[in-house]
C-alpha cells in the first residue's frame, strides 16, 4: 500500500476508536425494555444491539430458507411447463398429420421403390458372390 492508503486507514480507525469511546460514555439515549424493566445507558445500548443483531440474523435465515423453496418451487413448475410444451407439440403434430398425407404419398411411394431395387441388387450379389 501506499504511504497516503495506510494514513488513511490508519485515521479512519483513529476516528471509529473516537466515536466508539464517545458512545460509550455519554450513551445517546436507547433503552431497551425487557419484561417491564427498562435498562438504558452502555448496556442498554449493547442490548439493543445484539437484539437487532439477532433479528436481522433471523431474518436472513428467513430470507434463505424462502429464496430457497422458491427456486425449488420455480424449477419444478419449469420441468412441467417442460413437459407441457412437449405434450403440445405431440398434440400438434397428431393433429396436423392428416393434412400432411398428400404430402407424405409420394414420399412413400418414393420409399418403397428404392428398398425394392435395394433387396433386387442385394439378393443379385448374394447370388454371384457363391
Known amino acids: 500500500m501506499k504511504i497516503t492508503a495506510k494514513k488513511l486507514v490508519f485515521a479512519a480507525?483513529?476516528?471509529?476508536?473516537?466515536?466508539?469511546?464517545?458512545?460509550?460514555?455519554f450513551g445517546d439515549g436507547m433503552?431497551?425494555?425487557i419484561d417491564g424493566d427498562e435498562i438504558?445507558?452502555?448496556?442498554?445500548f449493547l442490548l439493543g444491539t445484539v437484539f437487532a443483531g439477532g433479528g436481522l440474523l433471523i431474518a436472513t435465515v428467513a430470507i434463505t430458507c424462502a429464496a430457497v423453496f422458491v427456486g425449488v418451487l420455480?424449477?419444478?413448475?419449469?420441468?412441467?411447463?417442460?413437459?407441457?410444451?412437449v405434450?403440445?407439440?405431440?398434440?400438434v403434430a397428431a393433429?396436423?398429420?392428416p393434412l400432411l398425407l398428400p404430402l407424405l404419398i409420394p414420399i412413400g411411394?418414393?420409399?418403397?421403390?428404392r428398398n425394392r431395387s435395394r433387396k433386387q441388387h442385394q439378393h443379385a450379389a448374394l447370388e454371384h458372390a457363391v
Not at 13 to 24: D, G, N, R
Not at 40 to 44: A, H, S, Y
Not at 74 to 85: D, K, P, Q, T, V
Request: glycine letters at 10%; hydrophobic letters at 65%; proline letters at 2%.
Open 31 to 33: 433503552q431497551v425494555n
Open 87 to 91: 405434450l403440445l407439440a405431440v398434440v
Open 40 to 44: 438504558d445507558g452502555p448496556l442498554g
Open 95 to 97: 393433429a396436423v398429420s
Open 13 to 25: 480507525f483513529v476516528t471509529l476508536l473516537a466515536v466508539s469511546a464517545w458512545q460509550a460514555i
Open 109 to 113: 411411394i418414393y420409399w418403397i421403390f
Open 74 to 85: 420455480f424449477a419444478g413448475l419449469g420441468i412441467l411447463m417442460i413437459s407441457g410444451m
